[in-house]
């Protein structure tokens, strides 16, 4: 019964593991890859947004 309660652990991770991977990959494109580039997109604009007036103070 040893082997039983040593190889126990490592295959509940392995299980844990693969069903990580398996929700990373599904949501990764889609929908889902829509609405994150335009929150992305629109994260940098305002970065650009506040970083121009005060890149040029002269103008």
């Given at each position: 019964?040893?082997?039983?309660?040593?190889?126990?652990?490592?295959?509940?991770?392995?299980?844990?593991?693969?069903?990580?991977?398996?929700?990373?990959?599904?949501?990764?494109?889609?929908?889902?890859?829509?609405?994150?580039?335009?929150?992305?997109?629109?994260?940098?604009?305002?970065?650009e947004?506040?970083?121009?007036?005060?890149?040029?103070?002269?103008?």
């Amino acid at each position: 019964m040893d082997y039983v309660s040593a190889l126990l652990p490592p295959a509940v991770m392995a299980v844990f593991f693969v069903g990580v991977i398996r929700v990373i990959v599904k949501t990764q494109g889609g929908a889902n890859k829509a609405k994150e580039d335009a929150a992305v997109d629109a994260a940098l604009a305002r970065v650009e947004g506040s970083r121009r007036p005060s890149a040029n103070p002269d103008a």
